[in-house]
């Protein structure tokens, strides 16, 4: 009976309609503050996850998660040479797939306009084996990459700097510069545009890729290979592959694994999710806090109410539970509206970004400092319940001391003046 009391009469208080305008608008900014804390830590928790997700799922799916390459990458292997050696990766446990690569540098030209490149020569077959650039092919795909035909796929950032589309011939100019008896002389073919990706990060404005075969002939480097890339199963196992592989393969080699590329970025934002966490968690203490204030002020405006309870026989127990119930519930309320508000903008904040700079004109994310040039944002169940457990336990403490004011309050003291 006296838990149904508490809980009536704590509810009742906890409205944030009162008599008192100061009171009634106190209660509101402390609900609102609560929500506002909430919805801002879900969102940023949200985007934090969001880059994590892309970090994995798009950038790391293009870039190879291991590379094998000779000690010097101007030393190179036939593939007849890579053989074996490519046999005993094949049938290592943890190896999804392997594909052949050559890693070279070059320049491009189109239309009076050049850009330098870093050209990937690839098996379009075996290259699905260890890359996902296929999905964010805006035209074509890397299956047009067949030997002798000359084509080559670009990125949609490089594209759009050499004003060149699908079918349009780009100049390649190769950087070896050999010395013949005329003297020295650049190597340069013509490509054709077969395909243009769009990943959405740096690798859109200096990656370039053309088959294997026609790599080698422009370059001079008949059926040799720098080595091979290696997709895993596990991304957080390279290192523990690596130690096989070393054991297994019997020669010098590189191994050379993602984490040296792209490892400082992801540790990065999984180490600025922490932080940014914790800190945002300091403004939702405050807000939460401001129950404190508020309830302090409920107190001082019932203490007639309290006065009367506590004369027809109400336990002091009673009174402390009233104003906890009434604590909890302004908590639960600030809560429930941060979570709707955080998740409702977590999952439109990337629109809401892209409407901004197309308004404004202005690039938020630029691919060239970011991992991409958009804002990802994932909603994580986990993340959302450990928001709103933070947000109710300060709500919850920061009614202790209010409720045992509250149930310190002596009757006569009171009464006397009513």
């Given at each position: 009976?006296?838990?149904?009391?508490?809980?009536?009469?704590?509810?009742?208080?906890?409205?944030?309609?009162?008599?008192?305008?100061?009171?009634?608008?106190?209660?509101?900014?402390?609900?609102?503050?609560?929500?506002?804390?909430?919805?801002?830590?879900?969102?940023?928790?949200?985007?934090?996850?969001?880059?994590?997700?892309?970090?994995?799922?798009?950038?790391?799916?293009?870039?190879?998660?291991?590379?094998?390459?000779?000690?010097?990458?101007?030393?190179?292997?036939?593939?007849?040479?890579?053989?074996?050696?490519?046999?005993?990766?094949?049938?290592?446990?943890?190896?999804?797939?392997?594909?052949?690569?050559?890693?070279?540098?070059?320049?491009?030209?189109?239309?009076?306009?050049?850009?330098?490149?870093?050209?990937?020569?690839?098996?379009?077959?075996?290259?699905?084996?260890?890359?996902?650039?296929?999905?964010?092919?805006?035209?074509?795909?890397?299956?047009?990459?067949?030997?002798?035909?000359?084509?080559?796929?670009i990125g949609a950032n490089l594209a759009r700097q050499l004003g060149v589309k699908a079918g349009d011939a780009v100049t390649l100019?190769?950087?070896?510069?050999?010395?013949?008896?005329?003297?020295?002389?650049?190597?340069?073919?013509?490509?054709?545009?077969?395909?243009?990706?769009?990943?959405?990060?740096?690798?859109?404005?200096?990656?370039?890729?053309?088959?294997?075969?026609?790599?080698?002939?422009?370059?001079?480097?008949?059926?040799?290979?720098?080595?091979?890339?290696?997709?895993?199963?596990?991304?957080?196992?390279?290192?523990?592959?690596?130690?096989?592989?070393?054991?297994?393969?019997?020669?010098?080699?590189?191994y050379d694994d993602w984490t040296r590329s792209y490892g400082n970025i992801y540790e990065n934002i999984r180490m600025s999710k922490?932080?940014?966490?914790?800190?945002?968690?300091?403004?939702?203490?405050?807000?939460?806090?401001?129950?404190?204030?508020?309830?302090?002020?409920?107190?001082?405006?019932?203490?007639?109410?309290?006065?009367?309870?506590?004369?027809?026989?109400?336990?002091?127990?009673?009174?402390?539970?009233?104003?906890?119930?009434?604590?909890?519930?302004?908590?639960?309320?600030?809560?429930?509206?941060?979570?709707?508000?955080?998740?409702?903008?977590?999952?439109?904040?990337?629109?809401?970004?892209?409407?901004?700079?197309?308004?404004?004109?202005?690039?938020?994310?630029?691919?060239?400092?970011?991992?991409?040039?958009?804002?990802?944002?994932?909603?994580?169940?986990?993340?959302?319940?450990?928001?709103?457990?933070?947000?109710?336990?300060?709500?919850?403490?920061?009614?202790?001391?209010?409720?045992?004011?509250?149930?310190?309050?002596?009757?006569?003291?009171?009464?006397?003046?009513?």
């Amino acid at each position: 009976m006296r838990k149904l009391v508490a809980l009536y009469i704590g509810s009742r208080y906890a409205s944030l309609r009162s008599r008192n305008f100061l009171v009634g608008f106190i209660s509101l900014l402390t609900v609102g503050g609560l929500a506002l804390g909430v919805a801002i830590l879900v969102t940023v928790l949200s985007v934090m996850n969001g880059f994590d997700r892309e970090m994995q799922q798009r950038i790391l799916g293009l870039v190879p998660h291991l590379t094998v390459t000779t000690p010097r990458l101007n030393f190179l292997r036939s593939e007849a040479e890579w053989k074996d050696t490519r046999a005993i990766i094949d049938n290592t446990p943890g190896v999804l797939g392997t594909a052949p690569y050559m890693q070279l540098q070059g320049m491009l030209l189109a239309n009076g306009h050049s850009k330098g490149v870093l050209l990937n020569g690839v098996d379009p077959v075996q290259e699905a084996k260890v890359s996902i650039i296929n999905n964010f092919m805006q035209s074509g795909s890397l299956d047009a990459l067949q030997d002798k035909s000359y084509h080559i796929a670009i990125g949609a950032n490089l594209a759009r700097q050499l004003g060149v589309k699908a079918g349009d011939a780009v100049t390649l100019v190769s950087t070896v510069v050999p010395l013949t008896p005329m003297g020295e002389f650049t190597r340069q073919k013509t490509f054709t545009v077969a395909a243009i990706f769009s990943v959405g990060s740096q690798l859109d404005s200096n990656l370039a890729l053309v088959n294997l075969g026609d790599a080698q002939r422009v370059y001079r480097l008949t059926n040799q290979l720098h080595g091979y890339r290696i997709r895993t199963d596990n991304l957080f196992g390279v290192a523990e592959l690596t130690t096989r592989l070393r054991a297994a393969v019997m020669m010098e080699l590189n191994y050379d694994d993602w984490t040296r590329s792209y490892g400082n970025i992801y540790e990065n934002i999984r180490m600025s999710k922490a932080l940014v966490g914790l800190l945002l968690s300091l403004l939702v203490a405050v807000a939460a806090f401001n129950v404190i204030v508020s309830l302090m002020m409920v107190v001082r405006e019932k203490q007639g109410d309290i006065a009367i309870l506590r004369t027809m026989g109400t336990a002091t127990a009673t009174i402390r539970n009233i104003f906890l119930v009434q604590g909890l519930v302004i908590g639960l309320i600030g809560t429930g509206c941060g979570v709707v508000i955080g998740v409702l903008l977590s999952l439109s904040i990337g629109d809401i970004v892209a409407a901004l700079q197309a308004m404004t004109g202005v690039q938020f994310l630029s691919a060239d400092i970011y991992p991409v040039n958009y804002l990802p944002s994932q909603v994580q169940l986990g993340d959302v319940l450990l928001v709103s457990a933070l947000a109710l336990v300060l709500s919850l403490l920061a009614t202790l001391y209010p409720a045992a004011r509250a149930a310190r309050t002596r009757p006569a003291e009171i009464l006397r003046y009513e």
